[in-house]
């Protein structure tokens, strides 16, 4: 391992069975530096079988002469994951300035340069090559191939709300301060989407350019690839949800929440009608009957609304849901008994007008239930 610990740019090139490809791009990259930097490359290899480590290092070693820029190669023992791969080199990267590739020609070197310089002229934090930026393309792929892609990156961009063209590009290059303090989980292939979800007010630019599928070796996307994929988006999914709720004010949160209930209570209403009317008509149940299953059925629809949506807890422990129910259920009941004696007050003794009494007494009655779910039911901070 040599080291070169003024390097201005880092080039961190992943490897696994690249033994056809490692010289013949490391030699491309020779020939397509950017002018007038002092430049590395690490080849973070994971024990490929095929040796492309150290092919990597010897022809370092018998040309460190004649390259103009140096080679480090970081031999991991074992093969975890790409993306873990990546952040490894990025980790022993000496540069300000991180360049990621691939090693099987896919990503031509010559757009280095222009990476690069996108970075150093301008407050750019992160520019990707993008495949599918107006002027870029893909040479050489089937269109099952194309298909899957593109599949892959409306689910990120819809899913996690992206709005680069091209969030799954494996060639892009960033400033290294922006990662400081960030927390990877790299479980995936595709480390620039956790960079873009994870990493709070920065720049990205997009330069277009041709993908070239690979001539040599061997494709390492399989199901397991594709499996590891919907796992990774899923975590960084639930992680845009809580930064999300981290950053709602507490008035925020209250007032959606409550109008999520009031929605959930309004729709139980429905419920509640249909239930009552289908029990008498296609079952011809009594309608006093009908009634009470009417008030039961929305009663259940509104907790499940409730639980789930509303107040966001997914546990449906079979006890603790049992609980729960039996409280929610609780608090409606008495909610019906507050809102009949409030109507009876307001009529009788205020002499206030039927509606507006029931108005008055429906609001207040909705907006108690919720207070007190809130609290006893579904355990939360009042105010929040
Ligand atoms: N260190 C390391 N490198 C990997 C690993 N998987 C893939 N790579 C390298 O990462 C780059 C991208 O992998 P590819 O297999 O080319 O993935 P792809 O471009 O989506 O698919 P194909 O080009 O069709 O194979 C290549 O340089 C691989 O050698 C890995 O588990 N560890
Ligand atoms: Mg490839």
Redesign the pocket.
């Known amino acids: 391992m040599s080291n070169h610990s003024n390097a201005e740019v880092s080039i961190i ?6 033994s056809e ?1 490692i010289k013949g791009i490391l030699h491309l990259i020779n020939e397509h530096l950017p002018k007038n930097t002092i430049v590395e490359a690490i080849v ?3 024990n ?1 079988p095929d040796g ?1 480590g150290k092919i990597a290092e010897d022809y370092f070693n018998s040309l460190k002469e004649k390259t103009k820029y140096t080679i480090n190669v970081i031999n ?1 023992k074992t ?4 993306s ?3 952040l490894n080199g990025i980790q022993q990267a000496k540069g300000k300035i991180v360049v990621v ?4 020609f ?1 990503h031509p070197p010559q757009l280095i340069p222009k990476l690069v310089e996108a970075l150093k002229q301008s407050k750019t934090d992160i520019v990707v090559a993008s495949r599918y930026l107006n002027g870029g393309s893909i040479h050489g792929w089937s269109i099952k ?1 194309k298909i899957i892609s593109k599949i892959a990156t409306i689910i990120a961009k819809k899913g996690l709300g992206i709005k680069q063209s091209d969030p799954m590009s ?1 060639f892009f290059a960033f400033k290294k301060e922006i990662i400081r303090g960030i927390n990877f989980d790299a479980i995936g ?1 595709k480390i620039l989407l956790e960079m873009i979800v994870k990493i709070k007010d920065i720049s990205i630019k997009e330069i277009p350019y041709t993908f070239a ?2 001539e040599n ?5 399989g199901t397991k ?1 594709i499996f590891g994929y919907i796992q990774a988006i899923g975590k960084l999914y639930r992680y845009g949800k809580k930064e999300q709720q981290k950053e709602t004010r507490s008035s925020v949160k209250f007032l959606s929440k409550a109008a999520r209930f009031f929605s959930v209570g309004a729709c139980g209403l429905g419920v509640n009608y249909l239930a009552s009317m289908w029990f008498t008509s296609s079952l011809n149940m009594w309608y006093l009957h009908a009634t009470i299953l009417g008030i039961l059925f929305s009663i259940t629809s509104n907790f499940f609304l409730n639980k789930y949506w509303t107040f966001e807890d997914p546990d449906f422990n079979a006890k603790k849901t049992i609980i729960q129910f039996g409280k929610f259920a609780g608090f409606s009941s008495i909610g019906a008994l507050v809102q009949l004696g409030m109507v009876y007050y307001f009529v009788d003794e205020l002499s206030i007008s039927y509606p507006i009494s029931l108005v008055l007494a429906v609001t207040t009655s909705a907006f108690s239930n919720f207070i007190l779910n809130k609290k006893w039911t579904f355990k939360e901070k009042v105010w929040s």
Do not use: F, Q, W
Request: charged share 35%; no cysteine.
């Open positions: 090139i992943p490897t696994y069975n690249e490809n973070v290899d994971d490929s492309t991991r093969r975890e994951s790409l873990s791969a990546i590739m691939d090693s099987d896919s191939r494996g292939y599928d690979r070796g061997k494709s390492k996307l690839i």
